[in-house]
T-cell receptor, first 114, second 115 residues
Framework: NAGVTQTPKFRVLKTGQSMTLLCAQD?????MYWYRQDPGMGLRLIHY???????AKGEVPDGYNVSRLKKQNFLLGLESAAPSQTSVYFC?????????????FGPGTRLTVL | GNSVTQMEGPVTLSEEAFLTINCTYT??????LFWYVQYPGEGLQLLLK?????DKGSNKGFEATYRKETTSFHLEKGSVQVSDSAVYFC??????????????FGGGTRLMVKP
């Protein structure tokens, strides 16, 4: 997980509250992804970005928004949290260069919505 | 769309036993296949991968062969250790639509190895 940090590590919200999860990487990776992990369902892609200033929807985007204003940061926002958003969130930077690729996963943010 | 199915766990083995975790996939095109491992309280780490049919990925005694005819990528290890206890995820990526490495994961299989 070197070079990828996620803030915060843990958070408890009440239904309807908002928050922003921050992913920061110092590896100059072009692509960044947000996944959520739920028991028995593996990881599912929420949103992703193919470069600074770009974002796109993944498999489960509803209830989330993202921004990539700077290449090194990818923010995931919950405008009005719901209990169904209780999950562990992973940021995953990726780089393809010179015929090889590297994929990292951050340490995760555990979010509980009451 | 793409999908990955892997055997449900938990799988409980004694140390030095043989391990197989089954994984099958559905995909358009020619995906790359991966096994990721997640140790308690940590993020995911790439264990091994294969990028084309009949390729064998291997790492730390684990192996998996990309079988296009059976759309499978089963994970095997000849002799497991207590330290292998973790959750294992099978995944695929078709690198499509200029989206980079957009992964589709299976549900995960928890492995517990007893001394």
């Amino acid at each position: 997980n070197a070079g990828v940090t996620q803030t915060p590590k843990f958070r408890v919200l009440k239904t309807g509250q908002s928050m922003t999860l921050l992913c920061a990487q110092d590896m100059n990776h072009e692509y960044m992804y947000w996944y959520r992990q739920d028991p028995g369902m593996g990881l599912r892609l929420i949103h992703y970005s193919v470069g600074e200033g770009t974002t796109a929807k993944g498999e489960v985007p509803d209830g989330y928004n993202v921004s990539r204003l700077k290449k090194q940061n990818f923010l995931l926002g919950l405008e009005s949290a719901a209990p169904s958003q209780t999950s562990v969130y992973f940021c995953a930077p990726y780089k393809w260069q010179g015929g090889t690729d590297t994929q990292y996963f951050g340490p995760g943010t555990r979010l509980t919505v009451l | 769309g793409n999908s990955v199915t892997q055997m449900e766990g938990p799988v409980t083995l004694s140390e030095e036993a043989f391990l197989t975790i089954n994984c099958t996939y559905t995909a358009t095109g020619y995906p790359s296949l991966f096994w990721y491992v997640q140790y308690p309280g940590e993020g995911l780490q790439l264990l091994l991968k294969a990028t084309k049919a009949d390729d064998k990925g291997s790492n730390k005694g684990f192996e998996a062969t990309y079988r296009k005819e059976t759309t499978s990528f089963h994970l095997e290890k000849g002799s497991v250790q207590v330290s292998d206890s973790a959750v294992y995820f099978c995944a695929l990526s078709d690198y499509g639509d200029n989206a980079g490495n957009m992964l589709t994961f299976g549900g995960g299989t928890r492995l517990m190895v007893k001394p």
